[in-house]
């Protein structure tokens, strides 16, 4: 058991301080966002305005409705993308030290997604700091709710990045492979626009992907309004991290030294 919890605890120390390291990521993981929001959301404001922004945005301006989206969207894609390390180890041999290390499988893996989605939280809760002065009716009080929710989406979409890149060889097919899985969850979240107008076909694909109700539970407690029950998003949140880290597990453990 302290074995275990020791291989959990090392992962973990180890994503956190190769996020420290890598400046540029931080960096990276920041200015992104910070585009959308500042481009993307100050252009959408400025079309919709008044009583067209209250009708389509549950009363919010289209800013103040994107925001949540934005800090999900940058724990939803800090976490996807860490897949890419485990390609790293594998080509510079440290996951072949894993593999023989007297040590659960399982706890090194849960740890690694577990640190990624640190990071991936930390991320989020920078782009919400430099958010709020932007959107001005967000509510400071659910600000731990957000973070509880982001760190739940980081450990599901690392855990499906890593996963992916278990069971990819290179570099290039696991960025084409992410990307395309990437922008139809994105889109598909009702990060940029509400989901209710949508067909219903692309209703159904939304209430499957689990970065909706991320961004729902996000919604709900920065801005008090969302389209589902609080308790039914942290459920399928939780339900889909554990479903996702144990698929990465499960891999993991069945590896090969090839």
């Known amino acids: 058991m302290s074995e275990a919890v020791d291989a959990f605890n090392i992962m973990v120390y180890r994503q956190l301080k190769r996020f420290v390291r890598a400046k540029s990521r931080l960096f990276g993981s920041i200015v992104n966002p910070l585009i959308w929001m500042v481009f993307f959301g100050l252009g959408w404001s400025s079309l919709f305005k008044g009583s067209m922004a209250k009708a389509l945005f549950g009363g919010y301006s289209y800013l103040d409705f994107l925001a949540p989206g934005v800090v999900m969207m940058t724990v939803f894609m800090g976490g996807f993308i860490s897949g890419v390390t485990v390609l790293w180890d594998k080509e510079f041999g440290f996951l072949k030290e894993l593999l023989v290390a007297p040590a659960s499988r399982t706890a090194g893996m849960a740890g690694r997604a577990f640190g990624d989605a640190l990071v991936a939280t930390i991320q989020g809760a920078l782009i919400l700091a430099a958010i709020i002065p932007l959107a001005r009716d967000i509510n400071p009080g659910g600000i731990p709710v957000t973070l509880a929710a982001a760190l739940l989406t980081g450990f599901a979409f690392t855990s499906l990045g890593i996963t992916i890149a278990l069971k990819i060889s290179s570099m290039e097919g696991f960025h084409i492979i992410v990307n395309f899985i990437m922008m139809p969850l994105l889109f598909l979240s009702g990060a940029f626009f509400p989901i209710d107008p949508l ?60």
Request: net charge negative; aromatic share 6%; no cysteine.
């Open 199 to 258: 067909p219903e076909w692309m209703k159904v694909l939304a209430y499957l992907n689990p970065l909706t109700y991320s961004v729902d539970l996000a919604r709900i407690s920065m801005l008090g309004s969302g389209s589902m029950n609080p308790l039914i998003d942290t459920v399928v949140l939780a339900a889909s991290s554990l479903i996702l880290i144990g698929s990465a597990a499960l891999l993991f453990r069945e590896a090969t030294i090839d």
